[in-house]
């Protein structure tokens, strides 16, 4: 193996590339989970948004990425677009077929 100062640019793009498409492996698990979500919030007619929710997310991510050595404000950033997006997507699903569970895939 290759030390850090021998590691040629297009090492590093490899594996910055293998660690993008386990990322978005990763959130693909995490929309389709938003699926099962909905279909719960619809039958226990619960918001897409719950600000404690969030806030309990989010201090989850602050802590995880500093316990893994990433900066935490990046985490936090991050979190809160996924998190908005979660809920742009819970809010569209819930108002289409509200009262539905069964309109929704798990």
Do not use: F, T
């Not at 893994?68 to 979190?79: R, Y």
């Not at 809160?80 to 997507?89: E, G, T």
């Amino acid at each position: 193996m290759m030390s850090a100062g021998q590691e040629g640019l297009a090492d590093l793009r490899a594996v910055i590339d293998r660690i993008d498409r386990d990322i978005v492996a990763l959130l693909a698990e995490r929309v389709r989970c938003l699926d099962r979500v909905v279909a719960v919030k619809a039958r226990d007619n619960l918001p897409a948004a719950i600000p404690e929710r969030i806030e309990g997310v989010v201090a989850n991510v602050r802590g995880e990425a500093e316990a893994a050595g990433m900066p935490p404000d990046l985490a936090e950033a991050l979190w809160r677009r996924l998190i908005d997006w979660s809920i742009a997507y819970e809010d569209r699903h819930l108002s289409a077929e509200p009262g539905n569970p069964s309109s929704i895939s798990p």
